[in-house]
């Protein structure tokens, strides 16, 4: 005989309430989270599950997940070492174990999108509600500043509860401009988050607007957790954000370690900053003395203000993270992720709102693109809710779905997933879908670059460059049978110098 909803919902509260009181137990004793971290490892290594049944993994992605799973489970140690407050510890459990891996409250949207489309929704989505931001940092991919374009309310609500009942997501990545200055109807982020407290929120900021009362309602809310940018050191971070704001990002982080709020740092790798925020000092300071538990790694994509191909990282220094960055995974256990050189998680691009990992992103003037990177949209959101639509109708734009036939297409053809980027690796290919399906620049800059010769000719340079780079290094660590479990015995990264 089935659950009725009443008894499911029961026991999953008293589950939750469970693993939350016994979390001070276990952050006391060493022994406990060593046995139970040992039995989650175990765990992994015998179960294996493949992030897709219909993808033929190699050898090497099946290790890179094997690999990465484990950091997951030693950042869960971290966690509980870390003394989170129990309303962040209760939402942390619920909604990432029981909402996100468990995914039972997502089931129904999740079959019903499937027996209309015949394939899984997106998995996450990233929206933009404001472009404002009160710094104003060169090479800004949303060119943020003063400006005051926003949603409404009453659009970025009904989103986030649409993201919930037609897809089933239960995870929200947030941006700008900067998130904290957000105002519509006098309600912001955090009132986001407490209106849909079923949903965890990640909100990319600049830390300079977390204050003592802003960290107090983040671990009462318990569902919103602060990706912190930073360049590199004091020097580095204050030539491009402005003086005195690499000390603002340690003063915020040092109020959200006494409240309790988990957060992690979000570095852009520039061909300037690369061996500065991969080295062994940088990762010490803000993993182990500051206390971020996660990292996420961008790499400088030519779009925004002032964009120039002069600032991406070489094809050189682009192989060497890939490298530097599973030495720190293997060897530390440390959660940094690169979202280009670890494609081989996500089965390549995650674009235009592929099934399952996949994600479509909202700016504040509604314009809904495949991704934060490529600046060209065929549909505005206000539009589509106007004329009686939801993001269904836009996930079915014939712009969005040829960008998933592509990513279909290069995954099954054991594309190198090494070089993932429509844009960056794949800028041809994205030249002729926006050519046959005519999207709008999000901006003015987005313009120039479409238009731009020389523009092209770099982009098109760097990615034969790279392929030519990373081609026989897929071949080799990926492609090439070999036991799972043994180590792809990458050579350690060089100097960049």
């Given at each position: 005989m089935s659950m009725t909803p009443v008894i499911r919902k029961t026991l999953e509260k008293l589950w939750t309430e469970m693993m939350v009181s016994t979390t001070p137990l276990l952050a006391r004793s060493e022994f406990l989270r060593q046995a139970l971290l040992q039995a989650m490892q175990k765990y992994i290594q015998v179960a294996r599950i493949p992030i897709s049944p219909s993808f033929p993994h190699p050898a090497g992605v099946k290790e890179d997940l094997n690999e990465f799973s484990t950091v997951i489970w030693h950042t869960a140690d971290r966690i509980l070492d870390h003394h989170l407050s129990r309303t962040v510890m209760r939402s942390l459990v619920h909604n990432l174990v029981s909402g996100i891996m468990i995914k039972r409250d997502q089931q129904t949207a999740i079959s019903r999108f499937h027996e209309k489309y015949g394939t899984n929704p997106p998995g996450f989505l990233t929206l933009s509600p404001g472009k404002t931001c009160n710094l104003r940092c060169p090479g800004c991919y949303a060119n943020a500043g003063a400006d005051s374009e926003k949603l409404d309310w009453n659009t970025f609500d009904r989103i986030i509860d649409e993201v919930k009942t037609l897809w089933g997501v239960r995870f929200l990545v947030i941006s700008g401009g900067e998130p904290m200055v957000y105002?519509?109807?006098?309600?912001?982020?955090?009132?986001?988050?407490?209106?849909?407290?079923?949903?965890?929120?990640?909100?990319?900021?600049?830390?300079?607007?977390?204050n003592d009362a802003v960290a107090k309602r983040l671990a009462a809310l318990g569902n919103v957790t602060p990706a912190i940018s930073v360049e590199g050191w004091r020097e580095r971070t204050d030539e491009r954000r402005g003086t005195g704001v690499y000390n603002k990002v340690l003063d915020a982080m040092g109020r959200l370690r006494r409240a309790g709020v988990p957060f992690g740092i979000s570095l852009t790798a520039t061909r300037h900053n690369v061996e500065e925020i991969f080295s062994n000092e940088f990762i010490d300071f803000f993993f182990e003395k500051q206390g971020a538990l996660y990292g996420w790694l961008f790499h400088y994509i030519p779009i925004g203000r002032s964009f120039t191909l002069d600032l991406m990282p070489t094809p050189e220094q682009r192989l060497w993270m890939w490298k530097r960055v599973w030495e720190?995974?293997?060897?530390?256990?440390?959660?940094?992720?690169?979202?280009?050189?670890?494609?081989?998680?996500t089965e390549g691009c995650l674009a235009a709102g592929r099934s399952d990992r996949g994600y479509l992103y909202i700016d504040w003037n509604g314009a809904v693109s495949p991704c934060v990177f490529v600046p060209y949209s065929p549909m505005d959101i206000r539009e589509v809710y106007a004329?009686?639509?939801?993001?269904?109708?836009?996930?079915?734009?014939?712009?969005?779905?040829?960008?998933?036939?592509?990513?279909?297409?290069?995954?099954?053809g054991n594309g190198n997933l090494l070089a993932p980027c429509i844009i960056r690796d794949h800028y041809r290919d994205l030249r002729n879908l926006i050519a046959q399906f005519e999207p709008e620049p999000t901006d003015e800059n987005a313009r120039k670059a479409l238009?731009?010769?020389?523009?092209?000719?770099?982009?098109?340079e760097y990615d034969v460059a790279y392929q030519a780079l990373s081609d026989p290094l897929w071949q080799k660590y990926y492609l090439q049978p070999r036991e799972l479990g043994n180590s792809h015995d990458r050579p350690l990264p060089e100097s960049q110098d």
């Open positions: 105002r519509s109807e006098g309600k912001g982020i955090l009132d986001a988050a407490e209106k849909h407290p079923d949903v965890f929120f990640m909100m990319y900021t600049n830390g300079t607007m977390i720190i995974i293997r060897q530390r256990h440390i959660l940094l992720a690169d979202f280009w050189n670890h494609s081989t998680l004329s009686g639509g939801n993001l269904n109708d836009i996930w079915k734009n014939p712009f969005f779905a040829g960008i998933r036939n592509w990513q279909e297409t290069y995954r099954k238009l731009d010769p020389d523009y092209a000719r770099g982009m098109e």
